[in-house]
């Protein structure tokens, strides 16, 4: 019988007090135990210079276990979604282990945080388990830490709606994004095991970089990938982005996960079991969450959105998923910064002449999917926010009436670490892909779409961050913006 | 917005609508053909210009430093020039996959074989200089001390042992996948696609430069041309390069070349 990983804020049981008591055994151990609390949430991402835990003249793993085992996290890839899910298996198994030696119960199993539930209105908000000062069983909460976001430890909602957002990858009829980067899908884009990646997939962008940003606010640790892993909610959200893949596959019959070889077994994954021994893993090894490895089954996995979203999207998909991204239209190469004020931008659209403009002459009208891409997003300290991007927002309009024209969030989650030229990193930022068909559509409609112009507009998100800007605050840069047909 | 596609080309033209970067594979092939070819022709000894620019082989196929020509004669340079070109077609063209399909993921549908010809010059033009500067420092190494030279291969083969340790090339391993913002047309998209060739050129330099001064040193023989290659990929195909375990490798093949001097 599989366990069950159960919604926090659903929890009936000791659950989350079995958490905290492992934790606080994990915190114990040494850095160079790879069942320790760090050595844990050095595999997502490790920099000597972010680690809250260093100790001088402390010894910590050899360069080479370093490079084998620590700063491994996949982004912006289609190992995204399997690299964590393999990444929380092994975590899972040492805190039962930990559990079990506590003489705990031996079914236990990582909860899962679903800050998207419609039906609870703290949906949002971390459970006080996460944030009580003291923990029952005496002494320090082992699940608590201060460096969140201003109201994260007083059971405050964290973020917006539009940061636990789920309609858009969820409605995502495939798993890996368009080529060279033009356009997303649900995992992520074709990549090689790389720290670094690519152009995520819907879901590592929204809900997962937005409510790391949520919990993270200014300068949380969910806000880096070196310190994300070391704040106790952070597993919690990963089981939440994990549950999600599996409702997107039993949404619809139609959304499945890839075949290819080179994503189905070419790549070893390397961890560390409940033991500390060594062990690797393939893809093919983490898809079936119920198989005798992973043996775990999520509370919830039933589909979140409306019937009738689901009877929409199957009359509206395509029949035919053939699509070549091709560019029309770009800013020039001058960086646009971001700051504390919205900010936009316009650009000339040229009539496709390539692929796109076959599939318009075919369908003789529009084309089918429209593509915003940011590209070279940067940042050289932890920016102030993260951005609503806004498509054809009328000029000095007020953005929040305009709900349909919004593209996405730009989270802030990892941009100063791709900003950052390292051995993971090639320091040119993040890319980001949002499908704005939708948008084209309704302008479409609203017969308010201008083929040859485009505007963007960068709204800051305002609740997750009250910070005062300084002279020294830092822009968010976007390098490009460019828009595709396919 | 629900109709079906259909497209009416080839399945051939939507594979290299989606790989623009396969002619360049196709280049770089063609490149390695040349190399053999001139390989096996200066084995023959049938053509030094072509097979040895500067530096004839030994009778027996050896491949220590023992330069025949001016490096300053009218021959020698294009020659040069010409070998060095193939080496970095064959050699680094193939590890520019992804930056190929950026740059032309992110240029017009009408620019994107410009933008593509314009990176590859970029990226061929810091190349041919980093060339030009090795050849000319093994030439003065030659002619300062006549005597070293047969050392100047297992020398750089223990250059390349030692680089492969050091953190910079680790970073700029990375750093040869970086992107860069482009303008979308007019001369400064020409500009961009030439720099982020050069640019990206910078980074393989830092990284490569003293794997292709094993091949400088040996007078651009095959086997050189192999071994490094080899290293080359062997760091960018697995997850898990062992950078000590290449540069062991390194090491005990500059070993392997004193004791056959």
């Not at chain 1, 670094?196 to 970089?209: D, F, I, Q, Y």
């Not at chain 1, 070549?324 to 659209?349: C, H, R, W, Y």
Request: charged share 20%.
């Amino acid at each position: 019988m599989p366990r069950t990983r159960q919604d926090i804020w659903k929890i009936k049981d000791d659950t989350l007090k079995w958490y905290a008591r492992a934790v606080a055994v994990m915190h114990k151990r040494a850095v160079t135990d790879p069942t320790s609390w760090r050595y844990q949430g050095a595999i997502h991402g490790y920099d000597p210079a972010q680690d809250p835990f260093a100790k001088h003249g402390e010894k910590l793993p050899s360069p080479s276990e370093q490079n084998t085992y620590w700063s491994r996290c996949q982004h912006g890839s289609w190992f995204f979604l399997p690299w964590h899910r393999g990444y929380l298996h092994y975590f899972e198994q040492i805190v039962l282990k930990a559990i079990k030696d506590l003489k705990g119960p031996s079914d236990w199993a990582l909860p899962y945080w679903n800050y998207s539930d419609p039906s609870n209105p703290k949906a949002r908000c971390l459970p006080p388990a996460f944030y009580d000062p003291k923990f029952p069983d005496g002494g320090p909460n082992p699940l608590l830490v201060k460096e969140r976001a201003e109201g994260a430890n007083e059971g405050k909602p964290l973020g917006t709606p539009l940061s636990a957002d789920i309609t858009v990858c969820l409605k995502k009829l495939g798993f890996i994004n368009s080529s060279g980067g033009a356009g997303s899908n649900f995992g992520g884009g074709r990549t090689s095991f790389s720290h670094r990646g690519g152009v995520p997939g819907a879901l590592e962008l929204t809900p997962h970089g937005s409510m790391h940003d949520a919990v993270g606010g200014d300068d949380g640790w969910m806000e880096s990938f070196e310190t994300a892993a070391l704040d106790p909610i952070f597993w919690c959200h990963h089981s939440n982005i994990d549950r999600l893949w599996e409702v997107w596959r039993h949404r619809d019959p139609r959304h499945t996960n890839p075949t290819l070889a080179a994503w189905l077994s070419s790549i070893d994954f390397d961890f560390h079991d409940a033991t500390g021994k060594a062990v690797t893993l393939k893809v093919n090894q983490v898809l079936d969450t119920t198989s005798p490895l992973l043996d775990y089954v999520y509370q919830d996995v039933s589909d979140p959105l409306p019937a009738a979203h689901r009877l929409a999207e199957r009359e509206a998909a395509p029949m035919e998923i053939e699509r070549i991204p091709e560019m029309v239209g770009a800013t020039d190469n001058k960086e646009i910064s971001l700051g504390a004020q919205p900010n936009s931008i316009e650009f000339t659209v040229k009539p496709p002449s390539g692929p796109a403009a076959q599939a318009r002459h075919a369908i003789r009208a529009a084309p089918p999917e429209v593509h915003l891409n940011l590209e070279n997003v940067t940042a050289e300290g932890r920016p102030i926010h993260s951005y609503v991007v806004y498509v054809n927002l009328p000029e000095g309009a007020n953005a929040s009436n305009y709900p349909q024209l919004v593209a996405g969030l730009l989270p802030k989650f990892g941009i100063v670490e791709a900003s950052r030229e390292s051995k993971e990193h090639a320091g040119d930022g993040m890319n980001y892909s949002f499908d704005i068909t939708h948008i084209v559509s309704t302008l479409q409609a609203s017969k308010s779409w201008n083929p040859e112009r485009l505007r963007v507009t960068f709204v800051p998100h305002v609740p997750e961050s009250k910070r005062t800007v300084t002279p020294n605050t830092k822009p968010v840069k976007v390098g490009r913006i460019s828009l595709y047909y396919a | 917005m629900n109709a079906a596609l259909i497209f009416p080309y080839s399945r051939w033209r939507l594979f290299l609508w989606r790989h623009p970067e396969s002619l360049v594979m196709l280049l770089s092939a063609a490149a390695w053909l040349f190399l053999v070819a001139a390989s096996a022709m200066s084995t023959m000894e049938m053509s030094p210009s072509l097979s040895a620019p500067l530096h004839a082989h030994s009778a027996d196929g050896s491949v220590s430093f023992h330069p025949s020509m001016n490096i300053w004669g009218a021959e020698g340079w294009p020659a040069f020039l010409l070998h060095w070109a193939a080496m970095i077609v064959a050699m680094m063209f193939p590890s520019l996959a992804s930056q190929l399909r950026v740059v032309a993921a992110r240029s017009f549908w009408s620019r994107r074989t410009r933008a593509t010809l314009l990176f590859l010059f970029g990226y061929l033009a810091l190349w041919l200089l980093y060339g030009v500067i090795a050849e000319a420092f093994l030439q003065l190494a030659h002619q300062a001390l006549p005597a070293a030279s047969t050392f100047l291969v297992p020398f750089s083969l223990l250059i390349a042992a030692v680089w492969q340790l050091t953190r910079r090339k680790q970073k700029s391993l990375v750093s040869c996948h970086f992107t860069m913002p482009m303008s979308p047309s007019g001369w400064r998209a020409d500009h961009d696609c030439c720099l982020y060739g050069a640019r990206t050129a910078v980074q393989c330099c830092i990284s490569c430069w003293a794997l292709m001064l094993i091949c400088a040193a040996a007078s651009h023989a095959l086997w050189a041309m192999l071994v490094v290659t080899t290293v080359f990929w062997i760091e960018r195909l697995l997850r898990r390069p062992r950078q000590p375990w290449l540069a062991s490798a390194l090491f005990a093949s500059a070993l392997l070349a004193f004791c056959c001097l």
